[in-house]
């Protein structure tokens, strides 16, 4: 295998690992500004 075909899978591994980072960061952060949403009420 020459070094730009592993550099082209390991390149492709880590854009699949990110897409998942992604959706995990969006998810967290609809978390938070639910729950930041959910204090305000309780407070008001």
């Known amino acids: 295998m020459s070094k730009s075909m592993q550099d082209f899978?390991?390149?492709?591994f880590l854009k699949k690992r990110h897409k998942k980072l992604d959706k995990l960061n969006y998810e967290l952060e609809t978390i938070q500004g639910i729950l930041i949403l959910g204090g305000a009420l309780i407070e008001l």
């Open 9 to 12: 899978k390991g390149m492709s």
